[in-house]
């Protein structure tokens, strides 16, 4: 037998793991018909706006965001997307603890979802770097002493502009959109995780 | 800006006190209201609730 190219079992493991009718599904079981299943979608609603903002905000540059009074809007627009961001995302991740949302072979899926997190932190940090403001100088000169006493300050100068700046608009963005399209596609594969005690006649099987 | 909102922000956090817990006000405010938002998400219904009898 003749061995397959890697495309080929590319493409067989992907129609086995996430066919079309998963990818893009047209009915949900009726238990997501709750406001608490709205969070991730938020969530996600948010980080559109985030990046959408941060495009302009990066192709104009500081000296129009700093001067002019729609720079000064976009770039309100990109802070509070921020907030709402954060806000949506702790009140999903709230939502998931409580149900318990790692059940049903979904343990990947809540561990993406946490380092999601854990590096939506760092990504809003270098943000509040980059401000080129004294609000971002006194946070650089703070964050750095705590940086030096964890050895890592030769590798992650929160005093270097260039480094931060290209973290923030390069760097973590880019991570961030991948493992969040990787959570997203692992919902996909495995349902939306039900109740505790849903009727299992009610539920899908995650496989 | 103006009003309350510039005499608010123009000023130093007000921090609430008791023992080893610190907060400010602020965060307290965004902390209860993050709480409230996710108690209603549980509790109030969501609207439009299709059901496989309105669908036929």
């Known amino acids: 037998m003749s061995q397959k190219m890697w495309t080929a079992r590319a493409r067989e493991s992907w129609q086995k ?3 079309i009718e998963k990818l893009i599904p047209d009915t949900q079981p009726s238990y997501v018909a709750s406001w608490i299943y709205v969070f991730g979608v938020l969530t996600i609603a948010a980080l559109s706006m985030i990046v959408l903002s941060g495009l302009i905000l990066a192709f104009a540059g500081p000296a ?14 990109h802070f509070w997307s921020v907030q709402l961001f954060f806000a949506f995302m702790v009140i999903h991740l709230w939502g998931k603890f409580w149900m318990a949302a790692w059940r049903g072979n979904r343990f990947k899926t809540w561990v993406s979802g946490a380092v999601v997190f854990v590096l939506s932190i760092a990504t809003a940090f270098t943000g509040y770097l980059i401000q080129t403001n004294f609000d971002s100088q006194w946070i650089a000169f703070e964050a750095k002493d705590g940086f030096n006493s964890a050895g890592i300050g ?49 539920t899908e099987a995650a496989k | ?45 969501f609207p439009n609730k299709h059901s496989d009898e309105d669908a036929k």
Do not use: C, E
């Open chain 1, 17 to 19: 793991n996430l066919p």
């Open chain 1, 64 to 77: 129009w965001y700093h001067t002019s009074s729609f720079g000064h809007w976009v770039n309100s627009l």
């Open chain 1, 154 to 202: 030769a590798f992650f100068n929160v005093t270097n502009l260039g480094q931060m700046l290209l973290l923030h608009v390069a760097f973590l963005p880019a991570v961030l959109g991948l493992l969040t399209l990787i959570h997203v596609l692992m919902v996909r594969k495995r349902g939306v995780v039900p109740p505790i005690d849903a009727d299992s006649s009610n």
């Open chain 2, 1 to 45: 800006m103006s009003g309350w909102i510039s005499n608010f922000m123009n000023h130093p956090a007000t921090y609430l006190k008791a023992g080893w817990i610190q907060i400010s006000v602020s965060n307290l405010i965004v902390i209860l209201l993050m709480l409230s938002i996710f108690v209603l998400a549980i509790l109030l219904p």
